[in-house]
């Protein structure tokens, strides 16, 4: 039993690294091409990976959409013209 609350602990502590990571760089990459962070918002689940979205459209608005963010930055280029 013990053994299972270290590994359920090192697990969350994991996913908690992952998420930071990501949010992060959603909120400082000035890229939007950057593998990493490609990568890890493709894994985030739907309203995480449209706000990652968003943050980095907001830094980089002439840039093209990233992979994983196909449609999100359309309504955000209507809005903002």
Do not use: K, T
Request: aromatic share 8%.
């Amino acid at each position: 039993m013990r053994a299972l609350r270290f590994l359920i602990g090192l697990m969350l502590i994991g996913l908690m690294v992952v998420v930071g990571y990501w949010g992060h760089l959603s909120a400082s990459i000035d890229d939007p091409s950057n593998d990493v962070w490609i990568s890890l918002n493709i894994a985030m689940p739907a309203p995480m990976r449209r706000w990652g979205c968003r943050a980095v459209y907001m830094r980089s608005p002439d840039a093209p959409e990233p992979l994983g963010c196909e449609g999100a930055w359309q309504p955000l280029r209507q809005v903002s013209n």
